[in-house]
């Protein structure tokens, strides 16, 4: 097996106007990895993702994925590569059912041609039978078959939230980012989220998660990507992320010795990202 990561970031800048939201940013995400990126507001962690799944183009700079080059690749592309991804602010069809909303997810995978389709030849049928059944599989695996023939709008937020994910992985994806998981969620929702990443990693899927609670992010990952500005200001694991004193003044104003906080629990971390 080559010893390239399965993700590859070099040099990435997105400018917008004569902003960098992104500045030569540069890291790798090695296969099985669960690594998180952090920064404060504005740090430009989603427009990152944005490059990696095909929304933005880069300026500048080389992003390669299983061994190919994305830079500018359209998002389906991406994702028939095996890349997903969640949003920040919730992406999910309101009016379609629960399991309608997964099941969009699975037709990335999908082979059968436009006639094919509306011809419903055997074939596409026993592919919709196929979708149906994974779709179902996924529900079941994030606690909500019961609700699958819901409206997904009627769905609880953090409910919602678990829809994203499992529609997500309805594209068998190899690297799913995840934007914010924990946003909204309340303390058990957010330990039962820990749990369920956990068990995803455990199936060789490869994350990369952007988190503003620190908690969260210090408990799950590996390895994390620190961002300010734009820029990197370190990689490492939690507790050399932890230990670093450039992080804990972006984080804290200066190295006061109180540690890391959570929006949860009193001194909170800048909430979502702007760039």
Known sequence: MSDEPLLDVQDVVKQFAGLRAVDGVSFGVTHGAIMG??????AGKTTLFNVLSGLYRADEGRCRFRGRTITGAPPHRIARLGLARTFQNLQIFSHMTVLENVMVGRHVRSRGGLIACATRWPKARREERAIRARSHELLTMFGLEADADRHAG???????????IA??????PVLLLLDEPAAGLNPRETHELAGRIRQLGETGLTLLIVEHDMDLVMEICERIVVLNA???ITIGTPREVQGNAEVVRVYLGEDD?????????????AGGDQA
């Not at 990126?37 to 504005?42: A, D, E, H, S, V």
């Not at 009627?154 to 994203?164: G, I, M, T, V, Y």
């Open 37 to 42: 990126l952090i920064g404060p507001n504005g």
């Open 154 to 164: 009627d769905l609880p937020f953090a409910r919602q939230r678990q829809l994203e």
């Open 167 to 172: 529609r997500a992985l309805a594209t068998d």
């Open 230 to 232: 734009g820029r990197v």
């Open 257 to 269: 010795g109180v540690g890391w906080t959570t929006e949860k629990g009193g001194n909170a971390i």
